[in-house]
């Protein structure tokens, strides 16, 4: 079924929030993506001397104390997320006294996030009926940042786990409509865009605030990647120069990142009668799932699938595939595996088309982010769109011959007038999901 054509509406992103080690709000990030300024370094929040992997793209978090009512504030110069400047006092007790000791921060990530988001958007939800107003925001888990000593404990809360930071961010801003848990795992925040979507495109909502946020560098999760035995995914060159080479001969697995990224969709006749920016309309998504060999593996089929179905959904025939000018937002982990795998895909489902096609991966810039990664990536995708620029793959120097024969965008940014943007997504459990977002056109 075309999903398309359930009831006469388009769904438009208006508002972008991201949270990253490479920046905080859309102005840095984008800066940093663009120019591939990345920030990774040896992780500082437990010691990492057991572990082959050393590395990562860690953000600077300030937690503030509640003292009479009120939050410190981090101190003069600070530039990490001041989470201060973000959570009220109220939601700041609550989540505090659920037990969760200086921690919880991916609850923080996903609060900071959905406010830029809309203050982005111009979102003004006191002229909106909040019961047609959504949430669905995904993470996988809340584990707390906390150190005893030399020794790492990590606590899970009901704000952060699972589907709680949908509840978490309608507490937060009064949100009565739809709130839909969803956890997909590196390909979280895209499953959780289609699921606004569809909200909106049914007609239930009229605006969803959507997105993901990940912990990452909680120590489970460090620990967990460090140790999975099925690709050994994690690089272990320890290159800050160049930790992630996405598509590169030399590539050697990805890197830890961190962070948050929520969205706005909104139906299209409501932005245009706030007068909202629009960075891009949704046309289409393609949702696979493949775990034929292990649940931590990838699979060629997986992608093939979500990229035809995406195909078809958004109406990219070859004639219009033939005139237009594509940049494919890939998936792009660095392993050895999932870049060929992947390239592949693009090649076989688009053919003679996905020559053209302008392909990059921005996770040598970001780290990989997990379930925060497709989020960073939507967002930086609206902004592509937007202002006609596809930023480099830091870290691909030499292509791997392995690899499909496209055009791989390395070096620097380049100019391109996009008329749209296929983003692809896959995650550990076997989900593969491909979203394509157009240039608006009223």
Not at 299 to 315: D, F, Q, T, V, W
Not at 402 to 425: G, H, M, P, Q, S
Request: proline share 4%; glycine share 10%.
């Amino acid at each position: 079924m075309d999903i398309r054509n359930t009831v006469n509406r388009r769904v438009v992103i208006t508002g972008i929030g991201p949270i990253s080690p490479v920046g905080i709000g859309k102005h840095d990030f984008w800066e940093s993506i663009k120019h591939g300024v990345t920030n990774f370094r040896e992780v500082t929040r437990y010691p990492v001397d057991k572990f082959k992997t050393k590395i990562a793209a860690e953000m600077d978090v300030f937690v503030p104390e509640l003292v009479d009512g009120k939050l410190t504030k981090a101190p003069e110069g600070f530039k990490g997320l001041d989470v201060s400047k973000f959570v009220n006092p109220k939601t700041f007790r609550k989540i505090e006294n659920f037990g969760v000791e200086r921690g919880g921060w991916s609850i923080y990530y996903a609060i900071a996030s959905a406010k830029l988001a809309m203050e982005d958007s111009g979102l003004d939800l006191s002229k909106e009926n909040m019961e047609r107003v959504g949430v669905t925001y995904a993470a996988a888990s809340g584990d707390a940042q906390l150190i005893r000593g030399s020794k790492p404990v990590f606590e899970l809360t009901q704000y952060g786990a699972l589907g709680g930071l949908s509840g978490t961010i309608a507490y937060e801003y009064g949100i009565e409509g739809t709130g839909i848990p969803s956890a997909g795992a590196c390909a979280s925040a895209s499953i959780s865009m289609r699921s606004a979507y569809l909200e909106i495109m049914s007609g239930a909502q009229d605006v969803v605030i959507t997105g993901a946020c990940s912990a990452g560098l909680a120590w489970s999760g460090f620990f967990e990647c460090c140790d999975e035995p099925a690709q050994g995914p994690m690089s272990q060159q320890n290159d800050l120069e160049r930790p992630m080479k996405p598509f590169d001969k030399d590539r050697g697995g990805f890197i830890l990142g961190e962070g948050a990224g929520a969205l706005i969709l909104e139906d299209l006749e409501h932005a245009k009668a706030r007068g909202a920016n629009i960075y891009a309309e949704v046309v289409g998504f393609g949702h696979s799932t493949d775990t034929a060999t292990h649940l931590a593996d990838v699979s060629k089929p997986g992608y093939i699938r979500a990229m035809r179905l995406a195909k078809e959904n958004a109406g990219l025939t070859d004639e219009v595939l033939a005139s237009s000018t594509v940049y494919m937002n890939t998936h792009g982990t660095s392993t050895r595996k999932n870049d060929v795998l992947e390239s592949h895909a693009i090649a076989e489902v688009f053919g003679d088309s996905s020559k053209k096609f302008l392909v990059n991966s921005i996770k040598g810039t970001t780290g990989h982010a997990q379930e925060a990664a497709s989020a960073h990536e939507l967002i930086s995708a609206c902004i592509s769109l937007q202002e006609g620029v596809v930023p480099p793959t830091v870290g691909l120097k030499e292509v791997d011959p392995e690899c499909a024969d496209l055009d791989y965008v390395r070096d620097e940014y380049r100019n391109a007038d996009i008329d749209y943007v296929i983003k692809n997504a896959s995650g550990f459990c076997g989900p593969y999901i491909t979203t394509v977002l157009k240039r608006y056109t009223a």
